[in-house]
T-cell receptor, first 115, second 111 residues
């Protein structure tokens, strides 16, 4: 199993550009989420999804958009990149949200720099 | 407000020198507490889940314990390959699976 796969691994954007960070999982997990990791801040939740067609906002959703048309994929869109969005982004998935088996499995991350 | 505090921020050990990492948490109703290991440039790697006070989990040189207010990650006779950042996260009932992370403890083990 590949687990959680994120692409690209590295990206440089200019201020105002848009892009999509891709995330795919092959474990048939119902829950998927996006976090950003900044020095001294820890991991913070951006958006999450508890199943296909269902998404919701996390702690820091501004400037980001998500959709979940399939169980496997959960792309994160930056609408108009800003330097404050320079960060490392992690996608995670877990089997369940309401019972045992809620541990999240993470992708390898996308390091994004906005100049 | 649910929150997680990890201490110390950084820990330097000699190979074989046992120690513990602390994770203090405040959560409305704890569904689970999770420990992860993160190597530089990598995503967090799942280590343990603890669900109730008194529970313990072990894996090689690592042992995680849980009380009603904190969790400890005990490292026995560490090796240089245990060097990493260790993250603690909690999940509350009603949170729909969302995790609240601490800022991590960076562990360095010198030979």
């Amino acid at each position: 199993n590949a687990g959680v796969t994120q692409t690209p691994k590295f990206q440089v954007l200019k201020t105002g550009q848009s892009m999509t960070l891709q995330c795919a999982q092959d474990m048939n997990h119902e829950y998927m989420s996006w976090y950003r990791q900044d020095p001294g801040m820890g991991l913070r939740l951006i958006h999450y999804s508890v199943g296909a067609g269902i998404t919701d906002q996390g702690e820091v959703p501004n400037g980001y958009n998500v959709s979940r048309s399939t169980t496997e994929d959960f792309p994160l869109r930056l609408l108009s990149a800003a330097p404050s969005q320079t960060s490392v982004y992690f996608c995670a998935s877990s089997y369940s949200t309401t019972a045992f088996g809620t541990e999240a499995f993470f992708g390898q991350g996308t390091r994004l720099t906005v100049v | 407000e649910d929150q997680v505090t990890q201490s110390p921020e950084a820990l330097r050990l000699q190979e074989g020198e046992s120690s513990s990492l602390n994770c203090s948490y405040t959560v409305s109703g704890l569904r689970g507490l999770f420990w992860y290991r993160q190597d530089p440039g990598k995503g967090p790697e799942f280590l343990f889940t603890l669900y109730s006070a008194g529970e313990e989990k072990e894996k090689e040189r690592l042992k995680a314990t849980l009380t009603k207010k904190e969790s400890f990650l005990h490292i026995t006779a560490p090796k240089p390959e245990d060097s990493a950042t260790y993250l603690c996260a909690v999940q509350a009932f009603g949170s729909q699976g969302n995790l609240i992370f601490g800022k991590g403890t960076k562990l360095s083990v010198k030979p």
